[in-house]
């Protein structure tokens, strides 16, 4: 008790009411006015007396001065955010407001990146039919320009057996049996070429048993020159078997692959030099 | 406002309406201590306007942070006027406050405050000249360093040029003397 009572005559409780003690010292008191009812009570009248010392010497602020606190604290009394809350449920919300936030943003950026991902696999199939087209397309002209290449060396070859002066020119009549038949042949002897003129051939064709064979007269004995189909949509010349020397040249229809002589009741064409 | 509509609560109705936020709260606590705590504010900003938005400050805080106030540490009066001695400390302390050159230095001397409280003090303030007489000038004058002004005990001891122990011994002695009167 001794102890106590030295306690609060050592002043250490004014100093507390005043404010002027450190924080050790402000938990110390505290916990001695929680153990000791006489510091409580002690502690309490010191307050009293200060707090009736204040009064006496209150002085009154300007009267609008009220109207302007009030304005200031309950201009937002509406809204539960100004109020006081006690703080450990303030600091948990605070927490939890963060922990939200951060959600929300991963949300939203999974969301972002699941539209950027939707947008640019449609965007990507979209390129990838556009460049299938594209390929098409190339593929197409590319085909076409073979077909023209293709043409223009046919028709190069074509002029070039025309223009060569060792060719020769042969129109192969009808026989009697095809009157209406006409196939033209070139023939050089210095190169030792026979070609068919395949897109000015007129000729009945043929079925898949039977094919045209020409042949060389040498001498006044057939030769070969092979075998060929005669289709209406035939183009170009067909170079048959090599040969220097012709008489005349004869087209028989023979059996698919070709005779070794002639069926001379089969002849279509005949033409000499 | 006249002093009849002034709202007044028991000190355990106001702390529990300021708990739950009543509006009624904040008034019956302007009309009961505004004028203590302006009593103090004024003391230490001299300036009437800036003592005056000191003491808004003080409302708005005392407002606010109310849920660091508990019973158990000690009245709700004792927390309040060290929140608005702290804020007028700050206030003349601040660089703001120095530039306006409104400030009164800290080296106030006593006398000054004496003067202070025969000035600044109205006249309706009733037991005034019976306080003088029952404080004796030396408890006075430390009472009210560290009190009014905010002084600490240490820094009254410099500015009184007396020992911590007797400034101390003083203080409680002083204290001791106003719980005679007032009771």
């Given at each position: 008790m001794e102890d106590?009572?030295?306690?609060?005559?050592?002043?250490?409780?004014?100093?507390?009411v005043l404010g002027d003690v450190s924080p050790d010292e402000r938990l110390q008191v505290e916990e001695m006015a929680q153990k000791h009812p006489a510091v409580k009570a002690e502690l309490d009248e010191i307050e009293r007396s200060l707090e009736a010392y204040a009064l006496k010497n209150a002085v009154e602020p300007s009267e609008n001065l009220r109207d302007r606190v009030m304005g200031s604290i309950l201009t937002n009394f509406g809204d539960d955010n100004n109020f006081p809350e006690k703080p450990h449920p303030v600091n948990h919300k605070v927490v939890e407001l963060t922990a939200r936030k951060e959600t929300n943003f991963y949300k939203y950026a999974f969301a972002a990146s699941l539209a950027l991902l939707i947008a640019s696999t449609v965007a990507l199939v979209r390129v990838y039919s556009r460049l299938q087209q594209s390929n098409n397309?190339?593929?197409?002209?590319?085909?076409?320009n073979q077909h023209f290449s293709n043409r223009v060396n046919l028709m190069d070859r074509e002029?070039?057996?025309?223009?060569?002066?060792?060719?020769?020119?042969?129109?192969?009549?009808?026989?009697?049996?095809?009157p209406a038949s006409v196939v033209t042949v070139a023939f050089s002897a210095a190169r030792k070429k026979v070609m068919i003129d395949m897109g000015n051939i007129k000729l009945p064709e043929n079925d898949k048993d039977h094919q045209y064979q020409l042949w060389a007269l040498v001498g006044g004995k057939p030769v070969d020159l092979g075998v060929f189909d005669a289709k209406n949509d035939s183009t170009g010349m067909?170079?048959?078997k090599p040969i220097a020397l012709a008489d005349a040249f004869a087209i028989t229809l023979e059996p698919k692959g070709g005779s070794v002589n002639p069926t001379m009741d089969q002849m279509v064409v005949l033409g000499k030099f | 406002m006249s002093k009849k509509h002034k709202i007044s609560l028991t000190e355990e109705q106001l702390v529990f309406s300021l708990r739950n936020h009543e509006k009624i709260a904040i008034e019956a606590l302007y009309d009961?201590?505004?004028a203590s705590l302006f009593g103090v504010i004024s003391r230490?900003?001299?300036?009437?306007?800036?003592?005056?938005?000191?003491?808004q400050e003080t409302f708005v805080k005392i407002w606010h942070s109310f849920s660091s106030?508990?019973?158990?540490?000690?009245?709700?009066?004792?927390?309040?006027?060290?929140?608005?001695?702290?804020?007028?400390?700050?206030?003349?302390?601040?660089?703001?406050?120095?530039?306006q050159n409104k400030n009164q230095e800290l080296e106030n001397t006593v006398n000054s405050i004496d003067e202070q409280n025969n000035?600044?003090?109205?006249?309706?303030?009733?037991?005034?000249?019976?306080?003088?007489?029952?404080?004796?000038?030396?408890?006075?004058?430390?009472?009210?360093l560290v009190y009014f002004k905010g002084y600490t005990h240490v820094e009254a001891a410099d500015e009184l040029g007396v020992p911590l122990g007797t400034i101390k011994t003083r203080l409680r002695m002083g204290i001791q003397q106003l719980r005679k009167h007032f009771n």
């Open positions: 106590i009572r030295a306690y609060i005559e050592s002043g250490i409780l004014e100093l507390y397309q190339l593929e197409a002209i590319q085909l076409q002029l070039g057996i025309f223009r060569d002066p060792s060719f020769k020119l042969l129109k192969l009549q009808g026989t009697a049996k095809t067909k170079e048959m | 009961m201590y505004s230490i900003v001299i300036d009437t306007a800036i003592a005056e938005d000191v003491l106030y508990s019973t158990e540490k000690g009245r709700l009066f004792t927390w309040m006027v060290n929140i608005a001695r702290n804020l007028a400390i700050d206030k003349i302390r601040s660089k703001d406050f120095k530039n000035t600044v003090y109205k006249p309706e303030l009733m037991g005034v000249k019976d306080l003088v007489e029952t404080l004796r000038p030396e408890q006075k004058s430390i009472i009210d």
